[in-house]
């Protein structure tokens, strides 16, 4: 175990390194013919501009935040100016992470849908393919950027008395990589939802063609979207889940001694040998995923996440048991409860997920209910769905509590964290199970597009509904991992803070707690308003060419008029419809995009760094716990009911056409349901993730700097103490006046009886003296 510990950065080359190769066999396969390639080219070079006008302004941020950590780092004890450097490696991992996911899934789009002429299973192979380079670039970045650090910063500043310095500087990673992904998926979920309401409300709802359809000025923006929001997004979103988890844990481990393992730091070094063994578990996985011809993709999936999960569980028992002592300060059931810990962490994301597939899988009777009120029209329609997001939270929440409860319970605030880094331990997979949805949708519209024959877009539709549910699975992964990650960062605020308790009887902690629980709301309206004025702005851009461009307008009449079934059309009506092609301006679309997202990005990712420090260096580190307990609370519930609600929404429509009901009323409605749905699961929902992760390390970086001092933590104490004995005394003060009162009012009853006996008395014998 040792010798992991000492070449842990040799996993992270072994990630990368499997990645190198499966993006090279990747690459190796057939793209198909020059129509198919020239779409494919449309697609990557999209995603590609918006990458790069992505990346110039946040490499601007990045410049400027380093700057301000460097001088905030010199002039703090108990910090280096390094932790500046920390947050450019973050940054770049992140980003770089996002880069590596967008390449592959662009070339493996086409490939994927070339591979579908032959068989399901070679699709299959190909679309997987493309998500596990994603899957372990993600994992490989993150354990050998980590690794790599914290070696150099224990060789710069040895000993264990200089630990707590190491992982402060260490944190700086952690926020270059929460800053990236914040910015990544709200940038990349305005962009895609902007150009899939304008493909959906304008194409198919008005011109009544598939939002696929090469006839569609907005397709191109479609299906590139689905790469910055699905793919860069997720990739950057669970990369910094994982390192923040891992950087929660290592804060954490620092309090925790384990005399017989790395000079007493095993549960420092923990959490990184897991997310290493990790990565080897999740390589095992993707072996796993095969499917032959007739077969289940999905059961091919499930194989290889679940059969890398139980040997994750397998090999988290002999490694916890090794590192951790059977007993140690801090943990009372020693590395058996590090173990039941990491369990839990690991049933909760499996059960989340599932939960989750219930609430947005079709056929579920949650779909089916927003199915059945579509028939009514679109009010109903939303009223339904509203109801299942919120209805959705129920379950999760408490599994989520369960997890946070047992976790603390065997392994105090070390469990919780530990909790968190045994769900995301197989990011890898996780990872390459998600990425591969998106893939195979832009496979289904390459197909489209291209027109190919109908058992190619069948074989894809199969590959695209399974990937639907992995989506599904993974968003409730990455909520309950977005939870727990948040609760071990906020952990290791405190303790770096010195603040021993979170008490809400306090003005100014309540204060906090309150507009914490507000940001959650401001950043989501901030987001969906976003999406709304760049979709206006691409529904008139698609409307104008459907207007103005003779070709395109003379096609559109002729699929209305065989409902987009050509095969109906004459030889003269096929050449007026094939004359349209080319002339559909798709960069103009891909421009509105790509302007509206980078600008709109910008003050929600502001918001989510700025708030922090100013209610940390303002109100004082009691006040920003407050504000951390409240934004994770209201966060959570926001993000399950958004993401589960524009999922369940999407399903609904999608059963509704797979009846045979396109263009009916129920239809129109689910479209419209769908489209409101869009911002809610992929722009503000997801990234709300992110933010919590992001406001409890920008508060674990600043935390020396406003850190309570012993004569503040005593004051803390004896406030609640003093308050404590104030509500005691006033209870006993109630009670006594209570008892007080009592006692009057049997003195004044018993008094009243004893007049009413003596006037009974003297009735009675007035009465014998007549008688």
Not at 154 to 159: L, T
Request: charged fraction near 15%; aromatic fraction near 8%; hydrophobic fraction near 50%.
């Amino acid at each position: 175990m040792e010798l992991i510990v000492n070449y842990l950065w040799l996993f992270g080359v072994l990630a990368l390194a499997f990645v190198f190769i499966k993006n090279a066999w990747v690459a190796k396969q057939d793209e198909g013919n020059e129509r198919m390639s020239k779409i494919a080219k449309h697609i990557a070079d999209g995603a590609m501009s918006f990458l790069k006008a992505e990346y110039k302004i946040l490499a601007i941020f990045v410049i400027a935040v380093a700057i301000l950590l460097f001088f905030k780092g010199s002039n703090e004890e108990g910090s280096h100016w390094m932790v500046a450097l920390s947050f450019i490696v973050g940054a770049i991992c992140s980003a770089l992470a996002g880069f590596i996911g967008m390449k592959a899934a662009t070339k493996a789009n086409v490939r994927t849908t070339q591979a579908a002429r032959t068989s399901l299973g070679k699709a299959l192979e190909v679309a997987f393919a493309g998500g596990a380079v994603m899957g372990l670039g993600v994992v490989g970045l993150g354990v050998l950027g980590l690794s790599s650090l914290f070696m150099l910063y224990q060789n710069m500043w040895p000993g264990e008395e200089n630990i707590p310095m190491v992982l402060n500087v260490l944190s700086g990673f952690s926020l270059g990589a929460s800053s990236i992904a914040l910015f990544a998926r709200v940038g990349g979920g305005i962009y895609t939802k902007a150009a899939d309401v304008g493909a959906d409300l304008v194409g198919k709802v008005e011109a009544g063609i598939p939002e696929d359809h090469p006839l569609n000025p907005a397709t191109i923006a479609d299906n590139v979207g689905d790469n910055v929001g699905d793919v860069a997004g997720m990739g950057a979103d669970l990369f910094e889940s994982y390192v923040g988890s891992i950087i929660g844990t290592m804060v954490l481990g620092a309090f925790i001694v384990t005399p017989d393992f790395a000079n007493g730091l095993g549960g420092v070094y923990l959490p990184l040998v897991l997310a290493a063994v990790g990565i080897v578990m999740s390589i095992i996985g993707t072996l796993f995923v095969r499917v032959k011809d007739g077969g289940s993709p999905h059961k091919a999936l499930n194989l290889g996440e679940f059969g890398s999960g139980f040997l994750m569980i397998v090999a988290s028992y002999f490694i916890i048991t090794t590192i951790i002592p059977e007993s140690a300060e801090g943990l009372p059931f020693g590395a058996m409860g590090v173990f039941y810990a990491t369990l839990a962490g690991l049933i909760a994301g499996f059960c989340v997920g599932k939960i989750t597939e219930y609430y947005t899988g079709t056929g579920g009777k949650p779909v089916l209910s927003i199915v059945k009120q579509s028939d009514t029209g679109s009010a109903t329609n939303i009223i339904a769905g509203l109801g299942v997001g919120m209805m959705s939270t129920a379950v999760p929440i408490l599994l989520i509590a369960a997890a946070i409860i047992v976790s603390h319970h065997f392994a105090g605030l070390y469990g919780i964290a530990i909790a968190a880094v045994g769900m995301l331990a197989n990011t890898g997979i996780q990872l390459a199970v998600d990425a591969y949805g998106p893939i195979s949708d832009n496979a289904g519209g390459i197909a489209e597009m291209a027109e190919l024959p109908k058992e190619v877009r069948e074989r894809t539709d199969k590959l695209d509904a399974v990937g639907n549910t992995t989506a599904a699975i993974g968003k409730g992964f990455a909520i309950a991992s977005a939870a727990l990650t948040a609760l071990a960062l906020f952990a290791a605020f405190m303790k770096t803070a010195n603040v021993t308790s979170i008490d809400v009887s306090q003005p100014k902690i309540m204060a906090g707690l309150l507009v914490g629980g507000m940001l959650p709301f401001v950043f989501s309206a901030l987001s969906m308003n976003a999406v709304g004025r760049a979709a206006m702005a691409m529904i008139e851009e698609v409307r104008r060419q459907f207007r103005d461009i003779p070709q395109l307008k003379a096609a559109l009449e002729v699929m209305n008029k065989y409902n987009s079934d050509m095969s109906k059309a004459s030889k003269e009506e096929r050449s007026v419809f094939d004359a349209a092609d080319g002339y559909a301006e798709y960069e103009k679309c891909v421009e509105i995009s790509t302007q509206a997202s980078i600008k709109e990005m910008v003050l929600p990712g502001l918001l989510a760094l700025a708030v922090p420090v100013a209610i940390g260096f303002i109100g004082g580190a009691s006040m920003l716990g407050g504000l951390l307990a409240g934004v994770t609370t209201s966060g959570v519930l926001m993000a399950i009911f958004q993401s589960n609600a524009g999922g369940a929404w999407d399903n609904a429509k999608k059963m509704i056409e797979e009846e045979g009901r396109k263009g009916t009323e129920a239809h129109k409605a689910a479209v419209v349901g769908d489209t409101v749905g869009d911002p809610f699961k992929d722009t503000s929902g997801p990234s709300l993730n992110i933010l919590l992760k992001l406001m409890s390390v920008v508060a674990l970086v600043i935390a020396p700097s406003i850190a309570l001092d012993q004569d503040e933590v005593t004051a803390h104490n004896m406030n609640s103490i003093q308050l404590s004995e104030q509500v005691v005394e006033n209870a006993n003060t109630a009670a006594s006046d209570a008892a007080e009162k009592t006692l009057v009012i049997e003195e004044t009853e018993a008094v009243s009886e004893e007049i009413n006996a003596s006037e009974n008395v003297e009735k009675a014998a007035t009465d014998k003296s007549e008688e």
